[in-house]
Nanobody, 127 residues
Framework: QVQLVESGGGLVQAGGSLRLSCAAS????????VAWFRQAPGKEREFVSA????????FDADSVKGRFTISKDSAKNTVFLQMNSLKPEDTAVYYC????????????????????WGQGTQVTVSS
């Protein structure tokens, strides 16, 4: 079992920045893929960013490219999502998720492929 705990959400003005953290515990995730998804009220959950723990390959949704950066700290077993130039449309609950094995094909970046999920953290961007 892998436990994921997100933190770092909050209220920020448009154009501001936030850094989300996802701390993993339980089983080692050295061969896992860890991703961020988000869900806004009344909308479906959508992929945001992902990182392969081994090798560090990253993937980003088109809507966040150039603004969000995913990274990891292996010593702390933690994944970060640095969010810059935030927009009101980024408002959502952000979830951290993990799955055994790396992502090779970006078509696999679907929530249904991820086995472990955190409880979510709210990000609200005011205009």
């Amino acid at each position: 079992q892998v436990q994921l705990v997100e933190s770092g959400g909050g209220l920020v003005q448009a154009g501001g920045s936030l850094r989300l953290s996802c701390a993993a515990s339980g089983r080692t995730i050295s061969s896992y893929s860890v991703a961020w998804f988000r869900q806004a009220p009344g909308k479906e959950r959508e992929f945001v960013s992902a990182i392969n723990w081994s090798g560090g390959r990253t993937f980003d949704a088109d809507s966040v490219k150039g603004r969000f950066t995913i990274s990891k700290d292996s010593a702390k077993n933690t994944v970060f999502l640095q969010m810059n130039s935030l927009k009101p449309e980024d408002t959502a609950v952000y979830y951290c998720a993990a799955k055994p094995g790396p992502i090779v094909n970006p078509t696999a970046l679907r929530g249904s492929n991820y086995e472990y999920w955190g409880q979510g953290t709210q990000v609200t961007v005011s205009s």
